[in-house]
């Protein structure tokens, strides 16, 4: 049986609710919603459209799947894992704009008896991510509406430098569940974002991430600190794989870094919290 699937335990229809089944190349659920699933491999549970609803293009993911690849941030997928285990050893791993998958692939790899979904809004990283990892299935949605997934369903959910929503979090959450969130502090990669002029990290993330997260319970936050040694190429990923995509284009960078020495020593600086369900939670309403 193939992840997406498998998946059907716990995916529900972003409209209604409901439960799906599969015909054919199609989720349908009990109320005749129907969505394709892409020959790639996912399925595609956007709704509505929208210039907020394509999230990465072919490039960034491609820039991204490159970066993550060289295993740069595999200290941060490690710290993940061990903030992951107090949450249950099996049933489901939701990954919230998951992107490639490469974070929720790590964590399934370290729990063989977890499965896991990745949520992101660009069909070029759900297309990726269904090729991350055999246990992982990979729909497209939009992580700031409902989420196509039933109430109480996931004991782990993951966000990693990404948008997520608080209340939804914690409709999915079954009790006990865990939530893993990685931000980037002011210092990350600060190398590159005084050198490329990049966008900056506000200093109150912390502060409005327990508002994002809100009616989840902080249970614990860990800073992880490292130097990368990054190659120009490293560098050039790592800028074109984030927002500053959309403000700068791959050949001016490239000829910014082409002045830089062989490799750049560069902070990695990012905050792992970690939040559990809180007891009242609220179910789907339909
Ligand atoms: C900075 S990347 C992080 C990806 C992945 N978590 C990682 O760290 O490798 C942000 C991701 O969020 C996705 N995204 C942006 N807005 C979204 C939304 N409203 N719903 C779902 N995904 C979204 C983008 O397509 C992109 O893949
Ligand atoms: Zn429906």
């Known amino acids: 049986m193939s992840a997406l699937d498998h998946s059907l335990q ?7 609710g409901h439960s799906f089944s599969r ?10 919603h129907t969505f394709d699933i892409a020959r790639h491999g996912y399925a595609s549970l956007t709704v509505g459209g929208g210039p907020h609803h394509h999230g990465d293009t072919a490039e960034m993911v491609a820039a991204r799947g490159a970066y993550l690849g060289a295993a740069h941030y595999a200290p941060i997928a ?5 903030a992951a285990a107090g949450s249950p050893a099996h049933g489901w791993c939701v990954e919230l704009a998951g992107g490639t998958g490469y974070y929720a692939a790590r ?6 008896r977890l499965d896991g979904i990745t949520i992101d809004v660009s069909k070029h990283a759900a297309r990726a991510a269904a090729r991350a990892h055999p246990r ?30 608080g209340d939804e979090v914690a409709r999915i959450l079954s009790p006990g569940g865990r939530a ?3 931000t980037p502090r002011p210092s990350h990669l600060i190398e590159l974002r005084e050198r490329f002029a990049l966008l900056t990290i506000g200093a109150d993330k912390e502060v409005r991430l327990g508002e994002a997260m809100s009616p989840l319970v902080l249970t614990g936050s860990t800073e992880l600190d490292y130097t990368v040694n990054l190659t120009r190429e490293d560098i050039v990923n790592s800028i074109m794989m984030g927002p500053n995509a959309f403000h700068h284009d791959r050949a001016e960078i490239e000829s910014r870094a082409a002045s830089l020495p062989a490799t750049l020593p560069t902070t990695v600086a990012v905050t792992i919290s970690c939040f559990r369900s809180h007891p009242e939670t609220t179910s789907y309403s339909d």
């Open 10 to 16: 716990v995916l529900a229809c972003p409209l209604c």
């Open 23 to 32: 015909t054919g190349g199609s989720l349908r659920c009990d109320q005749s």
């Open 78 to 82: 490690d710290a993940i894992t061990r």
């Open 107 to 112: 964590v399934l790899d370290s729990a063989p």
């Open 136 to 165: 992982l299935a990979s729909v497209t949605g939009d992580v700031r509406a409902l989420l196509p997934i039933a109430s109480g369903s996931v004991g782990l959910v993951l966000s990693v430098f990404g948008p997520r929503r």
């Open 180 to 182: 893993v969130v990685v």
